[in-house]
């Protein structure tokens, strides 16, 4: 089945998350300028309500573009290794999503080692960033090159799924690099991207009143979608 990784801000919506039947959470704070490092103590809290397949924790200094400097690069990398040793002991799988470009927007290849390095074993996913980046194609060999586990991206868009670049981009990359695919996924078209862009895994939201939280019940119905969906892939 395709894994669902649904964006949250605080432990109480990871709860509500998982209670829906989310596989996974992208942990972060400040989500409405693209989330920001959640504290240590949020994290803390946020293992303890966590669903089975895991957290996956944004390292992310300030909003604002992704072009860093070397204070903020070494930032990022003190902060995943932190993070690192803080989920130790974790009873879930624990990974981090990082992501810097140069000023050209292609990858900045050293800072992205330096990140892999800093997450040791852990998961590591190069996040939006990567819908910037001038030459998709070969963005992805950088990523895989570099021993990333998974890109979160849209295709290439600013915030809406490209299924044809997904699906492009999910055949290239075959078994070594995962596609997480996103850009305004909600209950009434997920199914539609999985299919079209044959994707394994998905990210949204599940905004509650006003835009805010995480709604248990949305984040129920995008997993009967996804549920259905992978049914009919076979």
Known sequence: MTLVEICVEDPAEIALARAGGAQRVEFCREVSCGGLTPSDEAVAAALEVAPAGGLQILVRTRPGDFIHSAEEIAAICADVERLHRLTENASVPVGFVVGVLRKDLTIHEDAAARMREAAGERPLTFHR???????????????IRLGYDRVLTTGGHPSVAQ?????????????????????????????????AAGLSEVHMRAPGHEGRGTDQQLVAEIMSQVRQATALRG
């Open 129 to 143: 960033a990567f819908d910037q980046v001038p030459d998709i194609s070969s963005s992805l060999e950088t990523l």
């Open 163 to 195: 299924y044809d670049v997904l699906s492009r981009m999910v055949s290239q990359v075959g078994e070594e690099l995962i596609i997480l695919g996103s850009g305004g996924l909600r209950a009434h078209n997920v199914a539609r991207a999985i299919t």
